[in-house]
């Protein structure tokens, strides 16, 4: 199952995923983008599921949606997400309230429900996009690096309630990765400029985010089969 994926490290996730043979469960907002990708990947056998993670107070019917076929699931992508940039003098409860539930609760309602054998194949994985302005923030980035660093301790938490039950959990630090909300949200220049604007603190400069994808694919694998309640950096070297 992949959140967030109609764009950006979702759909990206989608495709790398599916090209390796993973049937997909694929959730998101919009239902005309979901299908969008949908039709990007290689394979008929992967389902669309519409929901807002900023709005359902129970996301239970997503899993009970997702293993409808009988088939479990063997992990979970959480890359929906929200990254405003609002300085401390805008900011406002509702705001906060709401990349929070987009960024964390949701995220751990679907790990809750994730985590019931019900629902899960043993030795199953779960990833969460998280971001390098959990370590290292920029101005005005309060709520966006502190929504971002309770996901990665929420993590560290969970990997060792989850490790009896034979699920690994891992969270991604990305910096600035060239998708859509990146160019339109975070970065305060013209769009002829987000190459260098980023170049100049990223070592490697923008990340693409099939990068991004690949590194899911790794933790999703049995070749990081040690690796647990880990926040991996992939910030391009951020200086």
Do not use: W
Not at 63 to 84: I, Q
């Amino acid at each position: 199952m992949i959140t967030g994926a109609s764009s950006g490290i979702g759909r990206e996730t989608a495709k790398y995923l599916a090209g390796e043979g993973c049937s997909l469960i694929l959730l998101g907002r919009n239902k005309e983008r979901l299908q969008e990708t949908k039709e990007m990947l290689p394979g008929e056998d992967h389902l669309t599921i519409s929901a807002d993670l900023a709005e359902e107070q129970d996301l239970e019917f997503v899993l009970k949606e997702a293993v409808s076929d009988g088939r479990k699931l063997d992990g979970l992508v959480h890359c929906a997400g929200t990254g405003p940039i609002i300085p401390i003098k805008l900011l406002k409860r509702r705001t906060i309230e709401e990349v929070m539930r987009i960024n964390v609760y949701s995220f751990l309602e679907l790990v809750r429900h994730f985590s019931n054998k019900k629902y899960h194949n043993e030795n199953s994985n779960i990833v969460a996009i998280s971001s390098i302005a959990a370590v290292q923030p920029e101005k005005c980035q309060t709520l966006y690096s502190m929504s971002k660093a309770a996901l990665n301790a929420a993590v560290q938490a969970l990997a060792i309630e989850l490790a009896p039950k034979k699920i690994r959990i891992n969270t991604i630090m990305p910096g600035v990765v060239d998708t859509p909300m990146a160019r339109a949200g975070g970065q305060f220049v013209p769009d002829g400029d987000f190459i260098a604007s980023v170049s100049e603190k990223q070592l490697l400069g923008v990340i693409e985010p099939e990068a991004i994808a690949g590194l899911c694919g790794f933790l999703l694998s049995s070749a990081s089969s040690m690796m647990t309640g880990r926040a991996i950096y992939a910030d391009g070297g951020r200086i």
